[in-house]
């Protein structure tokens, strides 16, 4: 599913290789979507759903759940406007992409986070690049610097809750502030940093050069991701009491410092465990320690749900304008839309 890439090109030519290359190409296919969905659901699994019933009693039903749904939109939002970044930066390091192809390549490099062997899901997000038409240099490099704007911006974001939560020492979250702003002005440092790290690993630079303008679409979108993925928890704090004057920069900055951070802990998924500490010690200013770290669990699972949901969406939603077009329309709508 996939894969079509691949599939096109061994279209109508009815050679057996060509048979077997697109069989294994569907069973690998199959076989990292079954992966990915143990993982995920071991995810959900692992969650504390008792946290929606506390919720429940804190206030009127009706009033909690349009407060978790607006918190559930929030979060299914963040990603997609994460994925607006992520296709600035793709789209500066080769021709045009078609919207289905940068769909299934985000959302599969995306959900690598979810499964603990770090190594393999990287290895299938490749894959399935080079068979959407990304060469493996343009993914990595294309990885590469969305990753170091990802982790500058939502950083910086985190200046919006520093203050409150680590006193004095919050003057060491200006740090990556001072790179995303050179990153804004100078944008040039970026691609040169970009092909240092490429260069460090042994992999082909880019052929073209990142402009700026690209790093400063980039940086806008992934820095509104991040505002609006942080409303949820600011709308959970909110259900369970927080002042919502008050709770409204402390928790967009903190979900935004938490999850930089929590993504940096690469020996576990999705930064388990780190990401909750570092939103209960902040949502502890505004709210009952207890309710704090309920509200910390009822963020990973809504954040779970929400990234499923709106993967699965956009997933399906591209599988289905791809069937429904003939080939030549499928690349006719590609390059329009990239």
């Not at 990292?32 to 993982?39: D, E, M």
């Not at 944008?187 to 400063?216: M, Q």
């Not at 809504?302 to 956009?314: D, N, R």
């Amino acid at each position: 599913m996939f894969l079509d890439a691949q599939l096109v090109n061994d279209r109508g030519t009815g050679r057996p290789d060509s048979r077997w290359r697109r069989r294994l190409w569907w069973l690998a296919g199959i076989a990292f979507g079954v992966v990915l969905a143990v993982a995920v659901g071991r995810a959900l699994m692992s969650q504390d759903w008792s946290v929606v019933a506390a919720m429940l009693r804190r206030r009127d039903s009706t009033q909690i759940g349009l407060l978790l749904a607006a918190a559930l939109l929030a979060a299914m939002a963040g990603p997609l406007l994460a994925m607006l970044s992520w296709r600035v930066v793709l789209l500066e390091f080769g021709p045009p992409v078609g919207i289905t192809r940068v769909v299934r390549v985000f959302f599969v490099g995306f959900f690598v986070k979810y499964v603990p062997a770090k190594v393999p899901g990287v290895v299938a997000a490749v894959k399935v690049a080079t068979a959407n038409g990304v060469t493996v240099s343009r993914a990595l490099a294309t990885g590469t610097l969305g990753m170091l704007l990802m982790h500058l911006t939502g950083l910086t974001v985190g200046l919006l809750t520093g203050a409150q939560v680590l006193g004095g020492r919050a003057a060491w979250l200006a740090l990556p502030a001072v790179p995303l702003l050179v990153a804004v002005c100078w944008p040039a440092l970026v691609g040169r940093t970009g092909r240092v790290v490429l260069r460090l690993l042994r992999r082909p630079e880019p052929v073209r050069p990142v402009s700026g303008r690209a790093v400063r679409v980039a940086v806008a979108w992934q820095t509104l991701s991040w505002l609006v993925s942080g409303l949820h928890l600011w709308l959970l704090a909110v259900a369970m009491g927080a002042p919502a004057a008050r709770a409204l920069p402390l928790c967009v900055g903190a979900f935004g410092l938490a999850s930089v951070l929590g993504l940096l802990a690469v020996l576990v998924p999705d930064g388990l465990g780190v990401r909750e500490a570092m939103l209960t010690a902040a949502l502890a200013l505004v709210l009952p320690v207890p309710s704090a770290v309920a509200v910390a669990v009822a963020s990973r699972l809504v954040v779970a749900v929400g990234e499923v949901a709106v993967g699965a969406a956009a997933w399906g939603a591209a599988e289905l304008i791809r069937r429904r077009l003939p080939v030549s329309d499928t690349a006719l709508a590609g390059e329009r839309n990239g």
